[in-house]
């Protein structure tokens, strides 16, 4: 046998594993979780209520981050304005100025030393923020190379930030230098949220129009596996807190649960009475619970063991935008529409 008909009969034994995967996967139970849970007891949690309310936006509030501290977060409004908040006192720390009103995205750096901005300008703007005192800060650092409009900007640390947009594309950037350092191309439609794996900044996920989550290496600039699984644009997504597993959230009204090492989903989050979209999602310190914000003002706790819902969180009177757990699992933070950010625990 040639070398050229070895080569094409090990092509054909790797298509038709491929096939053999491809089937198992879509033939396995997307539903595992409930299954296997069955005897596990549920869990009763006291109900969340709002222990804080952060006032000063004038406008919509698209997006809020928390800081390592779990004490400090920044949200963005499209009133023109970044404000760093201490979420325990409910101060405003700092309030900063934006080129752009049309901001859709916000995020805090691990060292809390700077946040980020970014939207319809295409434009993401780094801000040094270690002097609370400058009333007039600008952005340090402006990273240009989007052709459409930044949804997400999360930093690596004080020299990397990740970056997704509407031109369906990532960017990992030097932001010393404000250069690109690695660009990641393979969605087909508008990038809405990235998530960076806990404990290994190398590794992050990217959320699509295109219906599906994308698992990318830093160090190889390739993605590493599609999960598919939904029926329209996913919004957002959240790694689980060991980073074996990953949640979505999705304009089909659900919310999925999938797990790396199988490539497959395991649970799913839904039901017959929620009829739209999912717009942010996190989970709690322990896992066991996934916090989700809709496009009906409401929030909604499950149980990712059981797939079911544990309670829902109401007051917010517009679109809840943007939801997450505080690093140290006490709070959890909802930033609406109404230009109100509510702390409850």
């Given at each position: 046998?040639s070398?050229?008909?070895?080569?094409?009969?090990?092509?054909?034994?790797l298509?038709?594993?491929?096939?053999?995967?491809?089937?198992?996967?879509?033939g396995?139970?997307?539903?595992?979780?409930?299954?296997?849970?069955?005897?596990?007891?549920?869990?009763?949690?006291?109900?969340?209520?709002?222990?804080?309310?952060?006032?000063?936006?004038?406008g919509?509030?698209?997006?809020?981050?928390?800081?390592?501290?779990?004490?400090?977060?920044?949200?963005?409004?499209?009133?023109?304005?970044?404000?760093?908040?201490?979420?325990?006192?409910t101060?405003?720390?700092?309030?900063?100025?934006?080129?752009?009103?049309?901001?859709?995205?916000?995020?805090?750096?691990?060292?809390g030393?700077?946040?980020?901005?970014?939207?319809?300008?295409?434009?993401?703007?780094?801000?040094?923020?270690?002097?609370?005192?400058?009333?007039?800060?600008?952005?340090?650092?402006?990273?240009?190379?989007?052709?459409?409009?930044?949804?997400?900007?999360?930093?690596?640390?004080?020299?990397?930030?990740?970056?997704s947009?509407?031109?369906?594309?990532?960017?990992?950037?030097?932001?010393?230098?404000?250069?690109?350092?690695?660009?990641?191309?393979?969605?087909?439609?508008?990038?809405?949220?990235?998530?960076?794996?806990?404990?290994?900044?190398?590794?992050?996920?990217?959320?699509?129009?295109?219906?599906?989550?994308?698992?990318?290496?830093?160090?190889?600039?390739?993605?590493?596996?599609?999960?598919?699984?939904?029926?329209?644009?996913?919004?957002?997504?959240?790694?689980?807190?060991?980073?074996?597993?990953?949640?979505?959230?999705?304009?089909?009204?659900?919310?999925?649960?999938?797990?790396?090492?199988?490539?497959?989903?395991?649970?799913?989050?839904?039901?017959?009475?929620?009829?739209?979209?999912?717009?942010?999602?996190?989970?709690?310190?322990?896992?066991?619970?996934?916090?989700?914000?809709?496009?009906?003002?409401?929030?909604?706790?499950?149980?990712?063991?059981?797939?079911?819902?544990?309670?829902?969180?109401?007051?917010?009177?517009?679109?809840?935008?943007s939801?997450?757990?505080?690093?140290?699992?006490?709070?959890?933070?909802?930033?609406?529409?109404?230009?109100?950010?509510?702390?409850?625990?």
């Open positions: 046998m070398l050229s008909q070895q080569i094409e009969e090990k092509k054909n034994e298509k038709l594993l491929k096939e053999e995967l491809s089937n198992k996967r879509s396995g139970n997307s539903l595992i979780l409930k299954t296997t849970s069955s005897d596990v007891q549920s869990f009763n949690s006291s109900p969340l209520k709002i222990r804080r309310n952060l006032t000063g936006h004038l919509k509030i698209y997006g809020m981050h928390w800081a390592q501290d779990s004490a400090r977060l920044v949200s963005a409004s499209q009133d023109g304005r970044l404000i760093v908040w201490n979420a325990k006192s101060n405003k720390l700092l309030a900063i100025t934006l080129r752009s009103n049309w901001v859709m995205t916000t995020g805090f750096a691990p060292s030393k700077m946040v980020a901005s970014g939207g319809l300008d295409n434009v993401c703007s780094v801000f040094d923020i270690t002097d609370p005192e400058d009333e007039n800060l600008s952005a340090f650092r402006e990273l240009n190379g989007h052709t459409g409009y930044i949804s997400c900007t999360r930093f690596l640390d004080d020299q990397q930030i990740l970056t947009s509407g031109d369906m594309s990532c960017i990992l950037w030097d932001i010393n230098s404000g250069s690109k350092i690695t660009e990641f191309l393979d969605h087909n439609g508008d990038v809405m949220f990235l998530a960076i794996k806990p404990g290994d900044s190398n590794i992050f996920l990217s959320a699509s129009c295109d219906g599906t989550t994308k698992l990318w290496d830093i160090r190889a600039g390739n993605c590493e596996y599609t999960f598919e699984g939904h029926q329209s644009d996913v919004n957002t997504v959240s790694f689980f807190p060991d980073g074996n597993c990953f949640g979505t959230g999705s304009d089909d009204a659900t919310c999925k649960l999938f797990d790396i090492r199988v490539g497959a989903e395991v649970n799913n989050y839904t039901h017959d009475e929620i009829l739209c979209g999912i717009t942010s999602i996190d989970f709690s310190l322990s896992g066991r619970f996934l916090f989700a914000s809709y496009d009906n003002f409401n929030c909604y706790m499950w149980d990712v063991l059981k797939g079911k819902e544990v309670m829902v969180m109401e007051g917010h009177n517009n679109r809840v935008s939801l997450g757990v505080s690093p140290d699992g006490y709070a959890l933070c909802t930033a609406s529409w109404d230009k109100d950010i509510k702390i409850w625990a």
